[in-house]
């Protein structure tokens, strides 16, 4: 039997300091960053449970990394899920900033 799935679409949501995964136009997941000083802070990501097994979360960090680097900026990996995928891909090592008690810090006063 052949699945009829589109593959997964990544989007940037500016307004929403996001990126989005969507699966088939419905959104199973997103990375969630601010911006400072040139750096893209990534914070927290997440897969919907309905989605989950499928890669989904890879093809979103790997996706939303590339964007940073097109866009000049750098990253720093405050999310756990982001930290891991970082250790796997040297790819981004020139791009990837430490977390540092200052990031935290401004973070803590930046989230809504």
């Known amino acids: ?15 929403k300091h996001r990126y989005a995964i969507q699966v088939d ?4 997941g997103f990375t969630v960053y601010r911006d400072r000083d040139g750096q893209r802070v990534f914070y927290h990501t997440e897969i919907d ?3 989950a097994g ?12 590339n964007d940073v680097r ?3 900026m750098r990253i720093v990996p405050d999310c756990p899920y982001v930290a891991k995928y970082l ?10 900033d430490p977390v540092t008690p200052e990031i935290l810090q401004w973070l803590r006063g930046e989230r809504p």
């Open 1 to 15: 039997m052949t699945q009829n799935a589109s593959a997964p679409v990544v989007e940037r949501i500016d307004e």
């Open 49 to 51: 449970d309905a989605f």
């Open 70 to 72: 097109r866009n000049g």
């Open 87 to 96: 250790k796997k891909h040297d790819e981004f090592a020139d791009i990837t």
């Open 25 to 28: 136009g419905a959104t199973a």
């Open 54 to 65: 499928q890669g989904l979360a890879s093809t979103l960090v790997t996706e939303a990394l």
